[in-house]
């Protein structure tokens, strides 16, 4: 049984195997390496020592400007404070060993994108917290960066200070950040007498174009004679055998028009976004006049669990919309 957002899973062969990621220079990339434990628990002590290890490294190589700032002293005279790059990494290494490891790599990524270089080289001494709130705090809320964004940074900002208070007894306060300003507009919504009479003039327009279309070119092949159910799901059929699996529902047909609307609900799966583009695009380019309406396109397995955890996107796209296929009824006597 697999530990989601811990990579421990249980191997066939009876042992529990932990994976964790780290990037090969020779490769070029990130790749996979595992630990094994006869139990559960040992495959997560050594999935910690491993990730507190990478941890340590990522420490190590901090850039030598900071290395030499950190030998310097402060403007005010003195050398004391430790620097808030080697206070966030010995917070890294802790909350890869107390929390799960997306939620390390999340704070890990906030980190490296948005505080390691402003305020990493910046040293935690009493005088620092002007400082740092003029780099991390006051900027954020003129950047281009959205508030849930902003609120993130802020607090794995002030966790980090709150680690270096524990254990170096810094005295700086938590950042501040100023709230941001939205505008909130009344949301305006349809009622249902207003929504009939807007599809009712949606479709009366689709209609008279349709009619306007068979006028002037009657072939059957434009729109095809009712009733063509059969031939349609032949078609539907056809196109969708290339996807990982799909459903089909179809609604009930109106058949008091002369063009007459045959819709279908849809559902499918493929294994990568450009084979679910050539899906819909062969059905866009059917054989029968047809329209899609309502599309919607989303990942597969854990699609927005965690925006910063790589390790549970796969690769499927699911679809999912309605197919109108348009068919024609002779009025009685023609």
């Known amino acids: 049984m697999a530990r989601h957002g811990e990579n421990i899973r249980k191997r066939n062969d009876g042992r529990w195997e932990g994976r964790y990621k780290v990037f090969d220079e020779g490769k070029g990339k990130h790749v996979y390496r595992s630990v094994y434990g006869r139990d559960y628990g040992e495959a997560k002590e050594k999935l910690s020592r491993a990730r507190l290890g990478l941890a340590r490294q990522g420490m190590e190589k901090e850039p030598a400007a900071d290395a030499e700032s950190g030998s310097r002293k402060d403007a005010d005279g003195n050398g004391g404070g430790i620097l808030f790059s080697q206070a966030a990494g010995e917070w890294l290494a802790e909350v890869s060993r107390r929390r799960k490891y997306s939620t390390y790599i999340k704070y890990n990524a906030i980190y490296r994108a948005y505080l390691a270089d402003t305020v990493g080289p910046c040293r935690l001494s009493p005088g620092a917290a002007q400082e740092l709130n003029r780099l991390s705090g006051a900027g954020l809320s ?160 854990y699609s927005r669990n965690n925006f910063w955890d790589e390790d549970y996107y796969d690769n499927s796209v699911v679809v999912s919309g309605n197919i109108v296929f348009f068919e024609y009824q002779a009025a009685q006597g023609d």
């Open 142 to 301: 003129e950047s281009m960066l959205s508030p849930s964004t902003q609120k993130s940074i802020v607090c794995v900002a002030n966790q980090i200070l709150a680690f270096a208070n524990r254990h170096y007894q810094t005295g700086i306060p938590p950042l501040e950040r100023k709230a941001a300003t939205m505008k909130k507009k009344p949301a305006a919504t349809f009622s249902r007498a207003e929504q009939a009479a807007l599809l009712g003039c949606l479709y009366d327009r689709m209609e008279k174009e349709l009619e306007e279309i068979f006028a002037a070119n009657p072939d059957p092949l434009s729109i095809p004679d009712y009733d063509n159910l059969k031939p349609v799901m032949f078609e539907l059929n056809s196109i969708l055998a290339e996807t990982d699996n799909y459903t089909l529902t179809f609604g009930t047909v109106d058949t008091s028009e002369s063009i007459i609307r045959r819709g279908i609900s849809m559902s499918f799966t493929c294994g990568s976004y450009d084979s679910a583009k050539g899906v819909l695009e062969k059905l866009h380019d059917s054989s029968y006049r047809c329209m899609l309406d309502n599309l919607n396109v989303s990942l597969g397995s």
